[in-house]
């Protein structure tokens, strides 16, 4: 019979490391309960703590603030790619008159 393998969310990672961490569960406590190996389990600890100062970072506003910010540089990117067609029109309609094609 094959073992079906679990794949844990980031959010039931940090509650598995919290409870040994915080409940004081043994680690091979928790291992046997959720059939994890120690080695996976010792791998998240380390990330975990390599990434902590990640979690205490100020973030400059919000999603929905850096959102709007990119909708307006897509924008003004929109803007200036339409003025360069126009101008690219013009000289095209130009160069058509004086070819006489028009």
């Known amino acids: 019979m094959r073992k079906i393998r679990k794949n844990y ?3 039931e990672k940090v509650a598995i490391l919290r409870r040994h961490l915080i409940d004081h569960v043994p680690i091979s406590d928790l ?3 959720l059939q994890l190996s120690p080695t996976l389990f010792y791998h998240w600890q ?9 979690a205490f ?5 919000s999603p929905e603030t850096d959102h709007l910010r ?3 540089a897509l924008r003004d990117k929109l ?3 339409n003025e360069v ?3 690219l029109m013009e000289e095209h309609l130009k ?3 004086e070819l006489g094609e028009l």
């Open 85 to 87: 067609v126009a101008e």
């Open 95 to 97: 160069l058509k008159k």
């Open 9 to 11: 969310t980031p959010v």
């Open 46 to 54: 380390k990330q975990f703590f390599e990434n902590g100062p990640a």
């Open 57 to 61: 970072e100020r973030k400059n506003g």
């Open 70 to 72: 990119t909708i307006a």
């Open 31 to 33: 291992c046997d309960e």
């Open 79 to 81: 803007q200036r790619k």
